[in-house]
Nanobody, 127 residues
Framework: QLQLVESGGGSVQPGGSLRLSCAASGFTLGSYNIGWFRQAPGKEREGVSC????????YYTDSVKGRFTISRDNAKNTVYLQMNSLKPEDTAVYYCAAVVSSKVFRPCAYVPQYDYWGQGTQVTVSS
């Protein structure tokens, strides 16, 4: 069974850090482009970051540039999202998603292109 599982969420104070993990089972994550999304209550799902499979290029939405870093460890079949200098507006459920790299890759934030989604992990930033 093909599955993505996120972990690493939690509650932190503003300025704190968290590292989210997205672990794949049933398929090789290295052959997929991976995106991180978030959804706050009452808001649409937002593309946060993505990393390409073959060329390794990365993308960040403007609001997280310089604070978040996406990376992948193909040996562990896992993609990470390091989040530093967290702000209250980063509070959301964070999801990872995967699309096979043989497909034409649309803009990172294009939700319908992703084939697999995790269940999400809650990130809460509050004092």
């Amino acid at each position: 069974q093909l599955q993505l599982v996120e972990s690493g969420g939690g509650s932190v104070q503003p300025g704190g850090s968290l590292r989210l993990s997205c672990a794949a089972s049933g398929f090789t994550l290295g052959s997929y482009n991976i995106g991180w999304f978030r959804q706050a209550p009452g808001k649409e799902r937002e593309g946060v970051s993505c990393i390409r499979s073959r060329i390794g290029s990365t993308y960040y939405t403007d609001s997280v540039k310089g604070r978040f870093t996406i990376s992948r460890d193909n040996a562990k079949n896992t993609v990470y999202l390091q989040m530093n200098s967290l702000k209250p507006e980063d509070t959301a459920v964070y999801y990872c998603a995967a699309v096979v790299s043989s497909k034409v890759f649309r803009p990172c934030a294009y939700v319908p292109q992703y084939d697999y989604w995790g269940q999400g992990t809650q990130v809460t930033v509050s004092s």
